[in-house]
């Protein structure tokens, strides 16, 4: 083997070249020198021929071929037999009979070229990802610096000689790091055509940003017919895009879908999403046309910490202009059975224990499906909130006293079809409280005192919202014991526990508390109009108990909790809460979403439900909860949920039972079986298939049902989902279909938030 150094050749008169920065490899020849390799070397100025095993190395690349002639005066380089190129700033390699090359101007010509180009793999949750590179074939291709030109080839990231996918075409414009440009193209899945395309434009940036047309796609369904979908995505600058997606429905009309996204400083973004139908009309069995459903739906997410003064916002935006229209053109069942429309916004700012926070919201709550009328709006547009976290006061006192604050100030007002306030009415509150602890042996003792002032603008008077002002002023004291904890260590575990391993235990701990409340000073509980649940406080004696049972077991070295099981109930001195409980009608306070979300103070009761919350994991990969509330005055359990989660390397199961048993004018009954299962291997090579299971007992019948198979060969990976949703203005039956590309993305009408997995 011979081995030599030149000097980069000097470009001939009249040439210029452009000027090249570089730091020198390590390990390289140097900047402005070559190393020439070969068996046997010949010269005959200014052509050097290098034969056996050849190969000329510079900082940039490699050149290497079974033969190679080179001029030194212009740095052609001629290559012959299993010729190979190595770029070593991007990492591209290409292999070729034949080449032709240019040293110092880097561009030259290989026929019968193949390559690779390094991947750019960005690990995200739901895509597909490989670290195969992409591979490109060709009759030949063209190096221009760090620019390829492929001629009649394709590229694809799957293994070779028979790939999975496939885009060829006439020609192919890649710069690795930068874009890839494809002409007069076929994107095939074996060797069947998938769609053509006059020129396909992919970005290799790491945050790629490109102006132009989506894949359209065709999907079906059974209540909008033939759906086309299609699209454009515009990069407006470095700070904002858009993106424009219209679906034809042949049955229902056209359907827009507007994605603005702007990120205009570092730390403040945002995405307005609008979507709406331009609808025609269902069509009954006969054909006919019946009450159109059209409308549009805002949605809006932004927040900035780039605000003056220290000031931090968020926001977030869901108007819907028809409930009618969700439940039409619904895409989840999650949205057909969402009958509440939320919009908040608040700049707050934070500073030791303190908050001041501005504030903005809208809530809509549609009480019919059918009704768009029938809805309660509430909104607190402006409010002003300032509060406290508890603040040690007389810090030389040898018992510790904290106070904390809560206080509001700001418009409101509710509109519903019984009534509506006028358009702005004022509230203020104001909650100062002050609070200690005493501790003995483990035993805590934490009294706390209150007051609470608030006024309203507006009130009822005789069954009407009048302008009269109405105040109220509350007064709050409470004390909570809790009892050091019990606990006994057993050596002799049972058999079931895994008592037979070496170094296994149990430990059972009883874990106890008790706390008493009174509340009083409350007075016209019909007063108030309810906007929120500063409305619910009201006079009360009250005292509540728990108790919790934990298992812990250990094995092998490794202490997990095995059982759990706590037990809550409330006892009330004064049945009637100081008279606000009307028997006959439901009632919601605050003595009872403190304590469940289930409705229960229908009647005078001197006890509330116990509520019973059961966790139970025998293994690390199985879990069942249980939480049930027991009334002891209907003698019944009126609410249950359980679910239990089993995993097995990728298996899922899970199944669950939610039941709730009516009591007219109270809470309407529910039962309800919710089941998933599947084996889910999303970023991993072979099958995945999952379902899900939603079924109404009391209305026979399936809410949702979904059933989702794939399957991921080492480049692409291909999901089928069929799904039914029962919810919503008539039953339909739909079937996605996504195809993804590794490092490259998806396509198809299968969302990523409708996946299984």
Not at 346 to 356: D, I
Not at 475 to 480: G, P, Q
């Amino acid at each position: 083997m011979l081995v030599g150094v030149l000097p980069y050749p000097v470009p001939l008169s009249g040439q210029t070249q452009p000027a090249v920065v570089s730091l020198p490899r390590a390990g390289g020849p140097g900047a402005r020198w070559m190393l020439v390799r070969s068996v046997t070397q010949d010269r005959k100025a200014p052509w050097f021929y290098l034969r056996g095993a050849a190969e000329i190395e510079v900082d940039e690349f490699l050149l290497r071929a079974d033969e190679i002639d080179y001029n030194e005066v212009t740095g052609y380089a001629e290559a012959r037999g299993r010729v190979r190129f190595q770029s070593f700033a991007r990492g591209e390699t290409l292999e070729a009979e034949h080449a032709e090359y240019y040293v110092e101007e880097e561009r030259g010509r290989f026929y019968t070229v193949r390559g690779t180009v390094p991947p750019k793999v960005e690990p995200r949750v739901g895509v597909l990802t490989t670290g195969s590179p992409f591979m490109f074939q060709g009759r030949w291709a063209d190096r221009l610096r760090d620019r390829y030109i492929l001629n009649d080839g394709f590229i694809t990231n799957c293994r070779v000689p028979r790939p999975w996918w496939r885009l060829q075409g006439q020609k192919f414009d890649l710069i690795p790091g930068d874009r890839a440009i494809a002409h007069s193209a076929w994107f095939k899945v074996r060797r069947m055509p998938i769609f053509y395309t006059p020129r396909f434009y992919k970005s290799l940036e790491k945050e790629p940003r490109k102006s132009g047309f989506l894949i359209p796609m065709i999907g079906n369904s059974s209540r909008y017919g033939q759906v086309i979908s299609g699209g454009y995505y515009w990069a407006i600058n470095r700070s904002y895009d858009l993106t424009y997606r219209p679906q034809y429905f042949t049955i229902r009309g056209l359907a827009h879908n507007v994605d603005f996204r702007g990120k205009p400083a570092q730390r403040t973004d945002f995405d307005l999403i609008v979507f709406g139908v331009n609808d025609r009309g269902p069509v009954d069995k006969d054909g006919n046309r019946l009450a159109k459903q059209g409308g549009y739906n805002i949605s809006f997410r932004g927040q900035s910490e780039d605000l003056p003064w220290g000031f931090q916002s968020r926001g977030e935006v869901n108007y819907l202009s028809s409930f009618v229209f969700r439940q039409a053109f619904t895409q989840t069942f999650f949205e057909a059975i969402n009958n509440e429309a939320h919009s908040r916004g608040w700049m707050a700012k934070h500073w030791s224990s303190y908050a001041l926070s501005f504030v903005a919201e809208r809530n809509a709550n549609y009480q019919s499906a059918l009704d768009d009328e029938d809805r309660i709006v509430i909104r607190r547009l402006p409010m002003v909130d300032f509060s406290s976290r508890d603040r040690r006061m007389l810090r030389s006192s040898p018992i510790p006293i904290w106070w904390s604050l809560e206080s509001a100030a700001g418009l409101v007002r509710r509109n519903q079809l019984l009534f509506q306030t006028r358009q702005y009415v004022e509230r203020l509150d104001f909650a100062p409280r002050v609070m200690t602890a005493l501790r003995w042996k483990g035993f805590n003792l934490l009294p706390s005192m209150a007051i609470r002032e608030t006024h309203w603008g507006s009130s009822f008077r005789d069954g009407r919202v009048s302008g009269d002002g109405f105040r109220r002023s509350a007064r709050e004291a409470a004390v909570n014991l809790e009892a050091p904890p019990i606990g006994r260590v057993f050596n002799n575990v049972p058999v079931w526990l895994g008592g037979e391993r070496a170094g296994s235990a149990m430990k059972h701990v009883i874990e106890t508390r008790a706390g008493f409340r009174w509340a009083g000073g409350i007075q016209d509980f019909s007063r108030p109009v309810l906007f929120d649940d500063t409305e619910l406080l009201t006079n009360t004696k009250e005292y509540d108990y728990s108790v919790t049972n934990r298992l812990y077991v250990k094995k092998s070295g490794q202490v997990r909790e095995y059982l759990s099981w706590e037990l809550w109930q409330k006892r009330y001195l004064d049945p009637t809460l100081g008279g606000a409980v009307v028997e006959g009608r439901r009632n919601v306070f605050q003595t009872q979403t403190e304590l469940t979300a289930y409705s229960f103070l229908n009647q005078p009761r001197r006890q509330s439900p116990v509520v019973s919350a059961v966790r139970l994991s025998p293994a690390a990969n199985f879990s069942i909860d249980w939480r049930s509330d027991y009334d002891p005055v209907r003698s019944a359990v009126v609410n249950s949920s359980l679910q239990g989660v089993y995993r097995y390397e990728n298996w899922t199961v899970s199944a669950g039972h939610n039941q709730v048993r009516n009591n007219p004018g109270v809470s309407p009954g529910a039962n309800q079986f919710i089941s998933t299962a599947g084996w889910a291997r999303p970023n991993l090579r072979g099958w995945t298939v999952g379902s899900l299971l939603i079924y109404d007992f009391r209305r026979q019948l399936f809410q949702y049902s979904s059933t989702q198979i794939g399957y991921n060969t080492d480049c692409c990976g291909l999901a089928v989902q069929l799904r039914t949703i029962g919810e919503g203005v008539g039953r339909r039956t739909e079937m996605r279909l996504s195809f993804a590309v590794a490092n490259i993305g998806s396509f198809g009408n299968l969302r990523r938030q409708e996946r299984l997995f």
